[in-house]
């Protein structure tokens, strides 16, 4: 017999999964680890960081840990070795099945000093994509890919030629979702519109820039994905690193530890404009209660969009979890507004005459019409936890009135009385055996439900 029994809460908000996409029924965490610094490379000539395997194993151990399965990595990232670790590591725990690994072609993964042997691994071909899928499946231990992304446009490859590629690898089982990059919404438009005509797999997901400091994807990009129904997967939410308090900035120039140092970055330190930015989500952090401002910036981002992933990087655990505050954080509409105002976003033409679709463009118009709102993302929501000291003094339930078990089909059986909680009631044959469990969880809700079996 079945009996309903509740799941195990997460740990973290990180924990409450929500579906990807309006074309993806898949559940994820509502944060992504990114894998950029994940792996051991030469990549910190370039101003990134690498890590051990130790390291990195102890980063994903704490992502899955608080709840987290969507990890975010590509072919080339620390030249191969991020992919690498991750599959080594989910291979180890034995949760392959459990993780939504995305992970990306296009960009060369296989550096090799014939630079003619270099076209083969890159770009947007079938040829790209046929080395690209092989050596990620090679590199995450795996046999499937969950989202596979079209990680830039190359200019060169038809939609045609990109979507057939893709299509064959979802029809063979080898990739469950499409993705896509770095690319003008125009030609996603186009590829998914084809997909769709020809009963072809569409892009799923649309993974760009976007933070408060670079919100270009407002114009074109962010409405499209909400027209489409596509999950949006921000990267750059902390802007490289840029996002500090005042107190912060001067400590790093005093201890000399400085910051992310990227090539086209401009230095580490902030501009003046930077740290106006900086100083708003200051008064918001301050207003909100929240521990850190780069949480107040990851909750600005995931207000923008109905299916919105940020991807997080970062190397210590700690820088982790205290972005994980951002799902706790709920801002007002005039909390975004005055964000909105710290570095306005351009919509140039024809936006700044039609607007973002929000609302109806009054002045052309010439009427006053009511909009239909538009989809909202899933508002964030704190968790009220229970200390154990309250845990303690909460009241004892008073236990239950006794019941009689349904009668059987064939015969009546000899109501039994319960037996405490925990133990099993015993009865003849034919009738029900049944274990009854109290319990409390971590946030202080009290369970209550029966364990059934046929003797």
Known sequence: MACFVPSNPPSTRLGHLRQLSKRAGVHVSPLQLGGMSIGESAWTQMGMGQMTKESSFKLLDTFWEAGGNFIDTAGFYQDGTSEQFIGEWAEQRGIRDQLVIATKYSNNFHLTPNSVARAAYSGNSAKSLRNAVNSSLKNLKT????????????????VEEIIDALHAYVVAGKILYLGVSNAPSWAVARANEYARRTGKTP??????MYSIMERSAEREILPFVRDEGMAFAPFGVLAGGKLRSNADEEARKASGEGGR??????????????KQVCDRLEKVQGEVGAKSLTAVAIAYVLHKAPFVFPIVGGRKPEQLLANVEALEISLTAEQIAYLDGAKPVDLGFPGFLIGDGSSYPQGLTWSTLDKVPRSEPIRPTKVATASPAQAESAPTPAPEAPQSEPASASATPT????????????APNGTLKIEKTETTDTFGHQWKWRNCGEW
């Open 203 to 208: 892009f799923a997901i649309f993974q760009t």
């Open 261 to 274: 140092n990227m090539p086209w970055s401009g230095g580490w330190e902030r501009t003046a404009e930077e």
């Open 415 to 426: 109501p039994v009385p319960p037996a405490p909680n925990g133990v099993s009631d015993k």
């Open 143 to 158: 046999d499937y890919i969950d989202v596979f992304y079209l990680h830039f446009w190359d200019w060169d490859t038809s």
